[in-house]
């Protein structure tokens, strides 16, 4: 075999090429991201504020505050609740509206148009609008609805009972919508051959969902899960407009914590930082995690599409030799009949 020429590495002018394409991005990277990460891990071990320049060395002082810290740790526990109501219900009800709109012929552009909408919408003019829906008067969508069956108008987002899942409503509303369109794409990629072995094999409906659809789609059920955790653990906006992490702190998330010690009251922005890069190191380990799970998802799943290629070749190979038996019994008597 022949080796064409000028088919070796790319070098030269080339290289140069790729690397002029490549440096904006780069530099936006290292300007935008690595730099302000790398200086915010230096103000995490410092005791500096917005309101001085001088700051000192602490070293991990902050984090140890933060172990410490009770409003620190009420931030993170809401936060796990909010993960909770908002990732579980999303990933279900996205992927039981992606399966429902496959199975819509008629006006499915508009249908999935539709679903498609609040994921790209403003995350606070959606806050906006539930804030007036849930209104504490009677005039609130949702106080008007109870009203219906009696029940008097109750404040949403100034109980500690309700103000959090109200809050966990509005994200989850909007990220129903992002798994519905990744679930909604996973599903055309499933080869058809899978579902025409299943058929072969007997397995129709509920059981073909469990053992075929679910498989094929584990790994991408674990993109969505990990992104949309790491997603709800940087809530902010949807707290800011509708609750400001009240009452009592009952809606306060991590996020909106560091908010409130480097922005306000004492404007602590090394604790802040601190706390931070808590939340990034916890961010990071749901990554590691996720791609952990995400590979053995794929080899499942690879597992399971070679087993229906397989199974589809055996019906049709079981349904020739099933063919040439009836071929074989019906000559004796062709003959007969002769």
């Known amino acids: 075999m022949t080796r064409r020429a000028g088919a070796g590495p790319r070098t030269g002018a080339g290289g140069w090429r790729i690397g002029a394409l490549l440096f904006p991005a ?9 730099g302000p990460a790398l200086i915010s891990a230096f103000t995490a071990g410092t005791d500096k504020s917005l309101t001085g320049p001088s ?20 931030s993170v526990r ?8 908002t990732v579980i219900p999303a990933v279900v009800v996205g992927l039981a509206l992606a399966l429902a709109a496959q199975k819509v012929t008629r006006g499915s552009a508009v249908l999935r148009l539709a679903l498609f909408l609040p994921v790209s919408a403003n995350l606070v003019a ?13 005039h609130g969508l949702a106080n008007t609805v109870i009203g219906w069956f009696g029940a008097g108008p109750r404040n949403w987002l100034g109980d500690e009972a309700t103000s959090l899942p109200v809050v966990a409503l509005v994200g989850g509303w909007r990220l129903t919508s992002f798994v519905f369109v990744v679930y909604l794409a996973g599903l055309t990629t499933i080869p058809a051959s899978v579902y025409e072995a299943a058929e072969v094999d007997g397995i129709r409906g509920f059981a073909r969902l469990r053992h075929v659809t679910l498989p094929l789609l584990a790994p991408t059920t674990i993109f969505l899960a990990v992104f949309t955790t790491i997603l709800t653990l940087q809530t902010f ?11 009592f702190r009952s809606s306060a998330t991590i996020v909106y914590y560091i908010y409130e010690v480097g922005f306000t009251g004492s404007f602590r922005i090394g ?3 601190a706390i931070a890069l808590l939340l990034i190191l916890g961010i990071i380990l749901i990554g590691i995690l996720g791609s952990v799970l995400g590979r053995r998802a794929r080899t499942r799943a690879a597992r399971v599409e070679a087993d229906g290629a397989d199974a589809g070749v055996d019906g049709a190979a079981g349904a020739a030799l099933v063919g040439l038996g009836v071929a074989g019994a019906a000559a004796p008597a062709t003959e007969a009949a002769r």
């Open 55 to 74: 700051f000192h060395w602490v070293g991990t002082a902050n984090l140890r505050e933060a172990f410490g810290d009770p409003d620190f740790g009420k």
């Open 78 to 85: 809401n936060t796990l609740l909010y993960c909770l109501l």
């Open 126 to 138: 959606i806050a906006v609008i539930f804030a007036y829906m849930f209104d504490p008067s009677g």
């Open 237 to 247: 906006e949807t707290v800011a407009v509708l609750t400001h992490g009240g009452p």
């Open 271 to 273: 604790y802040a930082s």
């Open 26 to 34: 780069l530099l936006g990277l290292a300007v935008f991201v690595l």
